[in-house]
Structures are given as structure tokens and as C-alpha cells.
């Protein structure tokens, strides 16, 4: 079976720095995206791995490890806007469709 | 550009009834995608248009649900007889490409339709 893992919520200061980290294991692997959605919208694109390593986008920035089966994705200077669910999806290269985690809520204090 | 656009946002029927769902994807994306989730759960994929053909079909839950693409633009997807456990909301989502491992790929969602049935 296809098994994705993230933590479920994680809180964290305006103005910090949060990792949230998201481990897979599934019978092909084509890619890794990260989403952020914000209650009752849609899921918004935040990055796509590949290749492993860093990814830098802004205040975002993704890790893939394809042998380790782990990606993370970094937020900095968070705001309070930040607070939103993350979910981590892979893009199976037999059929392309996403599988997904079950999203980790981020909770931003002021 | 505009982008994914669904229709309705909610719907809300008994059970029996049917209920018929709309997306509108990105123009000039070929790639269109229906996913679920249900109360509690994760997002669940339910199949994936190539233009007007169904290139994968294998998460549809059961026969109850139809999708189409004729013409290759918008998407439909008719759920006929509606059930308790089909209530969740349901995302569309489109792309340029599928396998090319770019960019491209990338998978821009709707904002759902929250199908609740009673």
C-alpha cells in the first residue's frame, strides 16, 4: 500500500522559523509537491521536488531525500497568515495521480 | 488567467437524489483531475482526464459515478444514486502536463464542492 506521514499539527511564533517534515512509502514516486490550504479553499501550490536536495522559493524552501523517503518543508519569518494545513503529496510515475498525506495544521502565535 | 473554477460550492440533497458537479479547468490544460476527501480523511484521487479520455479511472469508488469531459474542456461528475458515505467535498484539478517531471506537472486545484447528503 501507499503509506504518507506528517505530523498532524505543529504550532510555532510569528516571526520563527518551522519545519514540517513528511516521510513516504509508495510503489513509485514521480515527484513531491507541497500545498498549502487555508480552511474552505482550494489547495495552493508551494513547491515540486524531483531531484533531491533544496528547493528555495522566498520564505519557502522544500528538501527531498528520494532514498530516504523524506521531504520537509521550511517556512521563515512566519506570519500570521501562515496558518493554513500543509499537505505533502507524491505523483506516482505509473499513473500520475497524487497521493497525499493527511495534511499537518500549522498554527502561527502571535 | 483565470483559474480552476468549480460548481457549486455546496450542494446538499437527500440520499437517492442526484447531484451533478462542474469544473472548469485552466485553458490549454489537457490534464484534468477529480479528487475527494471525506470527513477526517485524506485527499483520495478519482480519476484523470487527457483531453476528453479517461486515462485512469481506477479511484472512482463504484458505479454510481460518471465523469466526462466531452470536447475536452470542462468536466462533469454525476453522482446518480447519491449516498450517506458519499458526503465530503470534491476537488478538480488541472495541469499542462503529467510525466514530464517539470513544472509543468504541476496540479492547480479548484476550491471543491462541499457535497453534503442527508
Known amino acids: 500500500g501507499q503509506n504518507i506521514d506528517q505530523p498532524t499539527e505543529m504550532t510555532a511564533t510569528e516571526g520563527a522559523i518551522v519545519q514540517i517534515n513528511c516521510t513516504y512509502q509508495?510503489?513509485?514516486?514521480?515527484?513531491l509537491f507541497w500545498y498549502q490550504q487555508h480552511a474552505g479553499e482550494a489547495p495552493t501550490f508551494l513547491s515540486y521536488n524531483v531531484l533531491d536536495g533544496l528547493e528555495e522559493k522566498g520564505r519557502f524552501s522544500s528538501f527531498l531525500s528520494r532514498s530516504k523517503g523524506y521531504s520537509y518543508l521550511l517556512l521563515k519569518e512566519l506570519q500570521m497568515k501562515d496558518s493554513a494545513s500543509y499537505l505533502c503529496?507524491?505523483?506516482?510515475?505509473?499513473?500520475?495521480?497524487?497521493?497525499w498525506g493527511a495534511g499537518t495544521k500549522l498554527i502561527i502565535k502571535p | 488567467e483565470a483559474g480552476v473554477t468549480q460548481f457549486p460550492s455546496h450542494s446538499v440533497i437527500e440520499k437517492g437524489q442526484t447531484v451533478t458537479l462542474r469544473c472548469d479547468p485552466i485553458s490549454g490544460h489537457d490534464n484534468l483531475y477529480w479528487y475527494r476527501r471525506v470527513m477526517g480523511k485524506e485527499i483520495k484521487f478519482l480519476l484523470h482526464?487527457?483531453?476528453?479520455?479517461?486515462?485512469?479511472e481506477s479511484g472512482m469508488p463504484n458505479n454510481r459515478f460518471l465523469a466526462e469531459r466531452t470536447g475536452g474542456t470542462y468536466s462533469t461528475l454525476k453522482v446518480q444514486p447519491a449516498e450517506l458515505e458519499d458526503s465530503g467535498v470534491y476537488f478538480c484539478?488541472?495541469?499542462?502536463?503529467?510525466?514530464?517531471?517539470?513544472?509543468?506537472?504541476?496540479?492547480?486545484f479548484g476550491p471543491g464542492t462541499r457535497l453534503t447528503v442527508l
Open positions: 482526464f487527457v483531453k476528453e479520455s479517461k486515462q485512469d
Open positions: 484539478a488541472s495541469s499542462l502536463t503529467s510525466g514530464r517531471r517539470t513544472r509543468a506537472d504541476t496540479q492547480y
Open positions: 503529496a507524491v505523483k506516482m510515475d505509473s499513473n500520475y495521480q497524487l497521493i
Open positions: 509508495t510503489s513509485g514516486f514521480n515527484g
